[in-house]
Nanobody, 115 residues
């Protein structure tokens, strides 16, 4: 199982970024997937979860209305579109899959929101 995030970077407050997570070596379209983030000195927190078909998603209150999760099952890619970024969104962002064989994390991608 592989989960590989990309798309992080440095962005100014109010800016946007789109993160991607490419999944492989498992039946990507069968499973709900999640994005987590971990800010310096803080615990990892759940950002969003999306159903296997992409038809349902839930968000942390802190990102509702600003972040949108989506997925392309044909390409086996999970996305996180982030708008109106704030300094408190600065964190390493991880995708996560809970499979019958175990729980899997990507390596993470750094998002830094700063002027």
């Amino acid at each position: 199982v592989q989960l590989v995030e990309s798309g992080g970077g440095l962005v100014q407050p109010g800016g946007s970024l789109r993160l991607s997570c490419a999944g492989s070596e498992f039946a990507f379209s069968n499973f709900w997937l999640r994005w987590y983030r971990q800010a310096p000195g803080k615990e990892r927190e759940l950002v969003t979860v999306i159903s296997s078909d992409g038809g349902s998603a839930n968000y942390a209150d802190s990102v509702k209305g600003r972040f949108t999760v989506s997925r392309d099952n044909a390409k086996q890619i999970l996305y996180l579109q982030m708008h109106d970024l704030k300094s408190e969104d600065t964190a390493v962002y991880y995708c996560y899959a809970n499979l019958p064989s175990g729980a899997y994390w990507g390596q993470g991608t750094q998002v830094t929101v700063s002027s």
